[in-house]
């Protein structure tokens, strides 16, 4: 009798837990701080495909955000925020204009440097999508590079990665897994989704899990180690730096994740603050239920709070209570409730 085929290994992004588990929703908004608001609309709606929707805010309502959000002092705030509204699943990027003397926290796009380093998008054909994201003036970091990746049994998956620099040192990347589900839902006309995940540098990946498992009551997915290529892998650290790499979901979904990587000994201080009083990667943003209980649980694990729940108006519309943690490098993430939302 012919020997049975052993089963394909289980694709370790996918879910097994239960969306019901979830303290948080699926990351919601990307917060990007540009000082050149015009290169930035040309590489996420240009390039990448996304529908911008410009939002302006002033005097007092203006006054609560920038407190709130720690933003360079302004009495009008010019917010664009860009989405995909036929891909509701896919993450927005809100894009705030502020002086371009602003400081970066993290110049020359250095992945030694810790917060916000990347904006991943889930894409099918690569290679077409480089050119497009070239001609519209964008240089890629290290070329469409294939990789593989372990799975619990050992085996690997093939993935094909691109990095491209954008405004602010801000990195965008596409991502094609190939045969297997990918990292969010594609439009099959253009070949690209919106926002699946973003990514971030950090100085310590143990000190991180209070915050995302006990107060976002995320699970992480998967976690292993890898060494990079230096700047020809578009990090721009040392041949040979490693990284704990680790992926983070809210129980239940296959998108809207957190990519957390800990580059160990070549890890750096941030030349300036984080957050939105400088330029890149500046903030996440999840919703709650009740951002009082996300504060509770904030406190019992010891998770620093930088503004207690304040109503806000929120750029895109529509008002909401806001609780802004962080990290313990510093890195703002905004928790939010809808107005009318269960207490």
């Known amino acids: 009798m ?24 699926p990351l919601g908004i990307v917060t990007v701080t540009t000082g050149d608001p015009t290169a930035m609309r040309r590489l996420l709606q240009g390039a990448f495909g996304l529908t911008p929707s410009l939002h302006t805010l002033t005097g007092p309502e203006a006054a609560a955000v920038v407190t709130h959000w720690g933003l360079p002092p302004s009495d009008r705030l010019e917010i664009t925020t860009f989405s995909r509204p036929d891909l509701p699943e896919a993450a927005s990027v809100r894009v705030i204009a502020v002086p371009p003397s602003t400081p970066s926290s993290r110049p020359g796009y250095g992945a030694a440097y810790p917060g916000g380093l990347g904006i991943g998008f889930p894409v ?41 620099e954008g405004p602010d040192d801000v990195l965008l ?22 926002p699946a995940y973003s990514s971030m540098i950090v100085g310590d990946a143990d000190a991180i899990v209070p915050l995302l498992q006990d107060v ?24 040979g730096t490693e990284f704990r790499f680790q992926q983070w979901f809210a129980p239940g979904a296959s998108t809207g994740y957190l990519v957390v990587m800990d580059p160990r000994d070549a890890f750096q201080p941030a030349p300036a603050s984080l957050g939105p009083a400088s330029r890149g990667i500046t903030m996440w943003t999840f919703e709650v239920p009740g951002v009082d209980e996300a504060l509770a649980r904030a406190e019992r694990a010891g998770v620093t709070v930088l503004r207690r729940p304040a109503a806000i108006l929120r750029p895109e519309g529509g008002h909401v209570r806001s609780l802004v943690l962080a990290t313990p490098d510093g890195f703002p993430i905004e928790l939010i409730e809808r107005a009318g939302a269960a207490r």
């Open 216 to 239: 976002l009551g995320y699970e992480r997915r998967r976690e292993f180690v890898f060494e990079s290529r230096g700047p020809a892998g578009g990090l721009q650290v040392p041949p």
């Open 124 to 164: 099918a054909g690569l290679q077409a999508r480089e050119r497009i994201i070239e001609a519209y003036g964008f240089r890629s970091a290290a070329g469409v590079m294939a990789m593989q990746f372990p799975r619990a049994d050992g085996s690997l998956y093939k993935v094909e990665e691109g990095i491209y």
């Open 173 to 194: 990347l596409g991502v094609d897994r190939q045969e297997l589900r990918a990292i969010g839902p594609i439009d099959p006309a253009l070949g690209i989704g919106g």
């Open 2 to 25: 012919a020997n049975a085929q052993a089963a394909e290994p289980r694709d370790p992004m996918e879910p097994a837990s239960d969306p019901a588990a979830a303290y948080a929703s």
